[in-house]
Protein backbone atom coordinates (compact mmCIF):
# COMPACT_ATOMS: atom_id res chain seq x y z
CA UNK A 1 0.00 0.00 0.00
CA UNK A 2 1.48 3.41 -1.45
CA UNK A 3 -0.39 5.87 0.98
CA UNK A 4 -1.34 4.25 4.20
CA UNK A 5 -5.72 5.35 4.89
CA UNK A 6 -5.03 5.52 8.80
CA UNK A 7 -1.93 6.67 10.97
CA UNK A 8 -1.40 4.79 14.31
CA UNK A 9 -1.06 7.09 17.41
CA UNK A 10 -0.70 4.47 20.47
CA UNK A 11 -3.61 2.21 20.53
CA UNK A 12 -5.72 4.78 17.88
CA UNK A 13 -6.17 4.96 14.66
CA UNK A 14 -6.49 8.63 13.29
CA UNK A 15 -7.42 8.89 9.00
CA UNK A 16 -4.78 9.90 7.27
CA UNK A 17 -6.71 10.11 3.88
CA UNK A 18 -10.03 11.00 2.50
CA UNK A 19 -10.77 6.73 2.80
CA UNK A 20 -9.83 7.04 6.14
CA UNK A 21 -12.44 9.89 7.12
CA UNK A 22 -15.28 8.53 5.26
CA UNK A 23 -15.02 5.18 7.06
CA UNK A 24 -14.88 7.47 10.52
CA UNK A 25 -18.05 9.04 9.43
CA UNK A 26 -19.79 5.88 8.52
CA UNK A 27 -19.15 4.35 11.83
CA UNK A 28 -19.78 7.53 13.23
CA UNK A 29 -23.54 7.83 11.24
CA UNK A 30 -23.98 3.86 12.01
CA UNK A 31 -23.48 4.07 15.77
CA UNK A 32 -25.65 7.05 16.07
CA UNK A 33 -28.33 5.13 13.91
CA UNK A 34 -28.12 2.61 16.30
CA UNK A 35 -28.39 4.55 19.44
CA UNK A 36 -31.32 6.01 17.89
CA UNK A 37 -32.85 2.38 16.80
CA UNK A 38 -32.45 1.04 20.42
CA UNK A 39 -33.63 3.57 22.05
CA UNK A 40 -36.81 3.81 20.24
CA UNK A 41 -37.89 0.24 20.99
CA UNK A 42 -36.24 0.45 24.81
CA UNK A 43 -38.16 1.06 28.27
CA UNK A 44 -35.23 1.80 30.38
CA UNK A 45 -32.16 3.77 30.45
CA UNK A 46 -30.42 1.04 31.30
CA UNK A 47 -31.68 -1.15 28.82
CA UNK A 48 -31.05 1.77 26.18
CA UNK A 49 -27.28 1.48 27.51
CA UNK A 50 -26.83 -2.36 27.91
CA UNK A 51 -27.58 -3.12 24.31
CA UNK A 52 -25.57 0.19 22.43
CA UNK A 53 -22.77 -0.40 24.53
CA UNK A 54 -22.36 -4.26 23.04
CA UNK A 55 -22.57 -2.76 19.54
CA UNK A 56 -20.39 0.55 20.18
CA UNK A 57 -18.17 -2.30 20.89
CA UNK A 58 -18.49 -3.88 17.98
CA UNK A 59 -18.06 -0.90 15.70
CA UNK A 60 -15.05 0.00 17.26
CA UNK A 61 -13.40 -3.28 16.71
CA UNK A 62 -14.33 -3.50 12.89
CA UNK A 63 -13.10 0.45 12.86
CA UNK A 64 -9.51 -0.57 14.28
CA UNK A 65 -9.63 -3.97 12.41
CA UNK A 66 -9.82 -1.41 9.49
CA UNK A 67 -7.23 1.00 10.81
CA UNK A 68 -4.53 -2.19 11.18
CA UNK A 69 -5.03 -3.34 7.89
CA UNK A 70 -4.68 0.15 6.07
CA UNK A 71 -2.18 1.71 8.13
CA UNK A 72 1.50 1.76 7.60
CA UNK A 73 3.98 -0.81 9.65
CA UNK A 74 5.97 1.03 12.25
CA UNK A 75 9.87 1.15 11.71
CA UNK A 76 11.78 0.07 14.75
Known amino acids: MKFPWFKRVGIFYIPASIFGWMILVAGLIYAIYNFIDIDRRSHSV?????????????????????????????KK
Open 46 to 74: SDTLMNYVFRLLIIGAFYSLIGYFTSRAQ
